[in-house]
């Protein structure tokens, strides 16, 4: 979704802070997140993720700061919407349906009292959340992590809620399940126009989800921006790896060029004299043919990974450990092979914050 879509801002969070005792869980947090969109929040275990996700939904109060959904507070000083009153959709690690009940009856569960045509909606969000209604006299220890998953999410949706929090829904799931439920749920989302915001501490799941991913480290919000600005401008190397892999260098700029380890690479900052410069490992080729030019360098290791391989090479005549370059199982080089080194883009400058 691009950001011309979002028909202006639907959640602002605005200096929130939050303090467990001596624990600081929150430090001043503000993050906009736009009607329609999907944000994704990542960061280490005990970043505040879970804490902050509580806080909007309603379960926790902030010390500090405010938080306002369609232009209306929901929690400023000490007045605080309660939780079942935001409109707020939430759906944590474990799914938490209702062991006893059916799964029809977990779904319904968030109905208004009395609701007519309960059956035809508990249909309509079952076929929304692409289960089977074969499930629907279930109980919930008789579906798969996948499924109970997708009860949760038909039970928040039963809501109509404007906003939908996913606390690391699909953590317990196994890679293939996980990213066709990450898949469905987008779609799903997407479907109804319900703004998400997704905790996980998966980045690979943050930034193909996310329209907006916000990092978070020790309470404080370090970075937020598009999955692209995130994954290629990151403010500092914590935040550069905890995205991906990324190859760092000490360099010195002059005029938009960096001298490094690699030779002369186009950088893209404007700052002149010692930097650490970034490159993606997919930015790095590895070539083992001579014929034209690139940076020089051996073949120490190779991992070979199925679709991904990493290659890692020592660049001839510096001190630095090898680097290590992702690439295709095609053309594998072997360790001792002579290779050149081509870098496509330029390479990333750390501005700080
Ligand atoms: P995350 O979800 O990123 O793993 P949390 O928001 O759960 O992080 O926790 C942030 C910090 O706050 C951690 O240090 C955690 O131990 C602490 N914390 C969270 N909830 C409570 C609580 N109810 N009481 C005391 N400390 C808490
Ligand atoms: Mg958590």
Do not use: W
Not at 237 to 260: H, M, Y
Request: net charge positive; aromatic share 4%; charged share 20%.
């Amino acid at each position: 979704m691009t950001a011309s879509s979002h028909q202006g801002l639907l959640l602002k969070i605005e200096n929130v802070s939050k303090n467990y005792g001596p624990v600081k869980a929150l430090r001043s947090i503000s993050l906009d997140v736009p009607a329609g969109s999907r944000t994704a929040v990542v960061g280490p275990s005990g970043s505040g993720k879970t804490t902050l996700l509580r806080i909007i939904a309603g379960f926790e109060r902030p010390d500090e700061g405010s938080i306002m959904l369609s232009g209306d507070y929901l929690a400023r000083g000490a007045s605080v919407v309660p939780a079942h009153k935001r409109g707020i959709g939430i759906v944590s690690q474990d799914g938490a349906l209702f062991p006893h009940l059916s799964i029809a009856q977990n779904i319904a569960f968030g109905f208004e009292r009395g609701a007519p045509d309960r059956d035809r909606r508990v249909l309509e969000l079952l076929e929304m959340v692409e289960l089977d209604p074969s499930m629907l006299s279930r109980r919930p220890h008789e579906l798969s992590g996948g499924q109970q998953q997708r009860v949760a999410l038909a039970r928040a949706l039963g809501r109509k809620p404007r906003l939908m929090l996913l606390d690391e829904p699909f953590s317990a799931l196994d890679t293939g399940l996980r990213e066709n439920m990450r898949k469905a749920v987008s779609r799903v989302l997407q479907a109804a126009g319900i703004t998400a915001i997704l905790v996980t501490h998966d980045q690979t799941e943050a930034l193909s989800f996310a329209d907006q991913v916000a990092v978070l480290r020790e309470g404080r919000l370090i970075q937020a921006g598009s999955p692209q600005v995130l994954y290629l401008k990151p403010c500092d190397r914590e935040t550069a790896l905890f995205l991906g892999d990324a190859v760092l260098l000490p360099a010195i700029v002059r005029n938009g060029i960096a001298d490094c380890a690699l030779g002369r690479v186009a950088v893209d900052t404007t700052r002149q004299g010692k930097v650490e410069i970034m490159l993606r490992p997919e930015q790095i080729r590895v070539r083992t043919d001579r014929s034209t030019p690139g940076y020089a360098g051996h073949v120490v290791d190779v991992e070979f990974g199925g679709s991904v391989c990493t290659v890692a090479v020592a660049l001839q005549g510096v001190a630095l450990p090898p680097i290590l370059i992702k690439t295709s199982s095609v053309a594998l080089p072997s360790p001792g092979d002579q290779v050149q080194l081509d870098i496509a883009g330029k390479a990333h400058v750390f501005e700080g914050r």
